[in-house]
């Protein structure tokens, strides 16, 4: 993709906003109905069939150490290549492209890479594969 077509999927959680890359994200979708997976830290609630897989079901809130009193939504799947691995996050606010945004370089976080600037607010842009490959780690220790 190029960067002109770059877009990105901006969502709330803990009363917060924040955005991944389209390109990472599959799907979004309702709140799944989700088996447990046993002895899995806490900020997994389970996993869902996704078209026939079996993707594991990640609190992003907890996951990153966020407290609010928002309930979950929707569940942002991400891109099969990089991990069955889907986020639970409050809302989806909509899709925005590069040229309508204002990207500036830097971190507020560990998984955190830019901050996306829009006319009626900001948000953090996060990694999602960092994030799947630390929530390996998670799930494995």
Known sequence: MTEACRKYLVFTLAGR????????VAEVEEQPVTWPIPMAPRCYPGAMNFHGTIVAVMDLAL???LSGSQVPEKVIVID????????????????VSVNQADIQEGTDGPFATA???LPDG????????????????TINA
């Open 17 to 24: 906003r924040f955005a991944f890359d389209l390109a990472q």
């Open 63 to 65: 996951f990153l150490g």
């Open 80 to 95: 099969t290549c990089i991990a069955s691995l889907a986020f639970l996050v409050e809302q989806v606010i909509r899709i």
């Open 115 to 117: 901050q996306v600037y």
């Open 122 to 137: 900001g948000a953090t842009l996060l990694d999602a594969a960092a994030i799947a490959e630390r929530a390996g780690e």
